[in-house]
């Protein structure tokens, strides 16, 4: 019984390359599909075992449709990109994909990567893990540092925010018209909520939370 | 002709799009000595799936036609396998009238 492969890529052509390697393999069956609305008709109609899911695939990318599959009870998706950083990795296994491939692999590990899936495994390619392993650890440091940052007043926010732009404490009590006392004060505090040793650590965290610009990405309880 | 590609799958898609209509050379982007290959091969049109000095200055200094076809289309346009195929037989054409 041959497996079938659903693959899933708006350019012509790299279906065409897939099919053809997935061909000469022999014990596949190849459809295409070169966008999301493609997909989910051929998965209807052909209810394909495995989909080689770009991660672009129009119009909203592959982790919107791996959603969408993994509500319908759909086939195993291995998402694959060119050059796709961690994140984007991590985005795709969390979302379902059972594996991660990249496009410029040899046609033999393609296939290899899809017997692998077929025995239960997830096929993730050896040079793709350091960086899922440095977007997952960001992603807890952001979870755990974004918990601390959540205890900080509004106003306190305010402070660390133009800390970590590297304003000195009489900039910042003239920037928001306080003493520079107060100020002080301020820093302390957020010192003592943060359980960190200096301002440079507690900048760092606000960056690490909020991004390089400083912009808050959630709502801050007062 | 030369197909230069880093996605040896984009190469296989690319080579069966111009079955019998060119013979096909599949070269990795990371060759060596690509220029004195390409000098060698002397292909009458080259393709490649992104930058690639040494196939953009063979082109350039012998008036070969180069296509481009991304793996990645990124917003912009990668031209179907029936379209590169006419563009292929197109500049081939053009070429031979030229001689």
């Given at each position: 019984?041959p497996?079938?492969v659903?693959?899933?890529?708006?350019?012509g052509?790299?279906?065409?390359g897939?099919?053809?390697?997935?061909e000469?393999?022999?014990?596949?069956v190849?459809?295409?599909?070169?966008?999301?609305?493609?997909?989910?008709?051929?998965?209807?109609r052909e209810?394909p075992d495995?989909?080689?899911?770009?991660l672009?695939?129009?119009?909203?990318?592959?982790?919107?449709?791996?959603?969408?599959?993994?509500?319908?009870?759909?086939?195993r998706?291995?998402?694959?990109?060119?050059?796709?950083?961690?994140?984007?990795?991590l985005a795709?296994?969390?979302?379902?994909?059972?594996?991660?491939?990249?496009?410029?692999?040899?046609?033999?590990?393609?296939v290899?990567?899809?017997?692998?899936?077929?025995?239960?495994q997830?096929p993730?390619?050896r040079?793709?893990?350091?960086?899922?392993?440095?977007?997952?650890q960001?992603l807890?440091?952001?979870?755990?540092?974004?918990?601390?940052?959540?205890?900080?007043?509004?106003?306190e926010?305010?402070?660390?925010?133009?800390?970590a732009?590297?304003?000195?404490?009489?900039?910042?009590a003239?920037?928001l018209?306080?003493?520079?006392?107060?100020?002080?004060?301020?820093?302390?505090?957020?010192?003592?909520?943060?359980?960190?040793?200096?301002?440079?650590v507690?900048a760092?965290?606000?960056?690490?939370?909020?991004?390089?610009e400083?912009t808050?990405?959630?709502?801050?309880?007062? | 002709?030369?197909?230069?590609?880093?996605?040896p799958?984009?190469?296989?898609?690319?080579a069966t799009?111009?079955?019998?209509?060119?013979?096909?050379r599949?070269?990795?982007t990371?060759?060596?000595?690509?220029?004195?290959?390409?000098?060698?091969?002397?292909?009458?049109?080259i393709?490649?799936?992104?930058?690639?000095r040494?196939?953009?200055?063979?082109?350039?200094?012998?008036g070969?036609?180069?296509?481009?076809?991304?793996?990645?289309?990124?917003?912009?346009d990668?031209?179907?396998?029936?379209?590169?195929?006419?563009?292929?037989?197109?500049?081939?054409?053009?070429v031979?009238?030229r001689?």
């Open positions: 019984m497996t079938h659903l693959v899933a890529d708006p350019v052509l790299f279906r065409m897939v099919r053809a390697a997935l000469r393999a022999g014990g596949f190849v459809s295409e599909a070169g966008d999301e609305t493609e997909l989910f008709e051929e998965i209807d209810r495995l989909v080689l899911l770009d672009h695939l129009p119009p909203f990318g592959a982790v919107a449709a791996i959603g969408r599959l993994e509500a319908g009870q759909g086939p998706v291995i998402a694959w990109a060119l050059e796709p950083d961690g994140d984007q990795v795709a296994l969390s979302a379902g994909a059972i594996g991660f491939l990249t496009k410029d692999m040899k046609a033999e590990s393609v290899r990567g899809l017997h692998t899936a077929l025995e239960g997830s993730i390619r040079s793709l893990l350091t960086g899922v392993i440095g977007a997952f960001n807890e440091r952001r979870d755990r540092y974004g918990e601390r940052a959540i205890k900080l007043s509004s106003r926010l305010e402070v660390l925010g133009l800390i732009l590297g304003t000195r404490n009489r900039d910042i003239v920037q018209d306080i003493s520079e006392f107060t100020v002080k004060r301020h820093v302390q505090n957020i010192l003592h909520k943060l359980n960190v040793p200096s301002r440079d507690a760092h965290i606000y960056r690490s939370v909020f991004g390089a400083g808050p990405q959630f709502a801050v309880t007062v | 002709m030369a197909v230069i590609c880093a996605a799958l984009m190469a296989e898609g690319v799009a111009l079955d019998g209509v060119a013979d096909t599949l070269l990795p990371d060759l060596e000595d690509l220029s004195a290959l390409l000098r060698t091969l002397a292909p009458d049109a393709v490649v799936d992104r930058e690639c040494a196939a953009h200055v063979h082109a350039d200094q012998h070969v036609p180069l296509f481009v076809v991304p793996v990645e289309a990124e917003g912009g990668v031209p179907s396998p029936e379209r590169l195929r006419a563009l292929v037989v197109g500049s081939l054409l053009a031979q009238v001689a």
